[in-house]
């Protein structure tokens, strides 16, 4: 279990070290048991509000968002139950052999819900010791702060633009599809009605407002973002006022 000892509940937005910004080198245990799992090379980061924990597949391209919040539990080194098949590391010789396998090992307890059996194990591994210590710590202490579990209003569409912002970005060419966008503001539904209305909404911010375009991260700041969501929510005053500013 990480450590708790020094851990105080903040009461200040969760500040990240640029290290933890940039992102580390680990192996994602798969979640569905086969009969020879093979580990998912992947990068591990923070975003810089601090609200999600981005995993980037390696291979596939894939990025999966953990809420923080979400986060019950971190635990490494002898609190660890390791997963079946985890003998693997010890035959490939994956990171520091002086120390044991639990010790370099990281679980978190993730999930919208307080019954146990109903949380998520996700697993993941370092090559040292040292880094899946401070993770393990990390994150505890980032998901439990009482400002991330009690945001405004304002604070979760700043959590949303950073859902969208990290989780949506091609991470090869550093784009966001606008069909990727319409598909998560809708849901993963289609609705012709609501697709329109993102699309005019776009449009009016002078922003890339076809299917198949892509937007640059860098101009889908979140005051843009803000814009959006107002032209969208039909608050047309409030959209002139910032642009007027």
């Known amino acids: 279990m990480a450590t708790r000892s020094n851990h105080v509940s903040s009461l200040k937005s969760n500040e990240i070290p640029a290290h933890l910004k ?18 998912i090379v992947v990068n591990l980061s ?21 809420d923080l919040a979400l986060i019950h539990d971190t635990r490494t080194g002898s609190q ?9 590391f010890q035959k490939n010789n994956i ?12 679980t978190i307890y993730y999930g919208n819900t307080y019954v146990a059996t109903e949380l998520r194990l996700i697993h993941f591994y370092f090559e040292r010791s040292s880094t899946a210590e401070e993770w393990t710590e990390r994150l505890f202490q980032f998901g439990h702060n009482q400002i991330l579990r009690n945001l405004s209003s304002l604070d979760c569409l700043e959590k949303l633009h950073s859902r969208i912002i990290n989780g949506l970005i091609d991470s090869d060419k550093k784009t966001i599809s606008v069909r990727r966008l319409i598909q998560f503001l809708c849901k993963n539904t289609r609705d012709g009605s609501k697709e329109r209305a993102i699309l005019q909404a776009l449009n009016y ?40 500013m």
Request: with cysteine; hydrophobic share 40%; charged share 25%.
């Open 22 to 39: 940039s992102g580390t080198f680990a192996l994602k245990w798969p979640e569905e048991i086969k009969k020879s799992p093979t580990p």
């Open 95 to 106: 990171g520091d052999l002086d120390v044991s396998i639990a010790s370099k090992w990281l």
């Open 205 to 244: 911010l002078k922003l890339p407002c076809q299917m198949d375009s892509v937007i640059n991260p860098a101009e889908f700041t979140f005051n843009i973002f803000f814009r959006l969501y107002m032209q969208l929510m039909e608050c047309h005053e409030i959209d002139k006022l910032f642009e007027s």
């Open 80 to 88: 660890v139950k390791l997963p079946q098949g985890y003998e693997y």
């Open 46 to 66: 923070i975003d810089t509000k601090g609200f999600y924990l981005i995993c980037l597949n390696k291979v596939k391209k894939e990025i999966e968002c953990f």
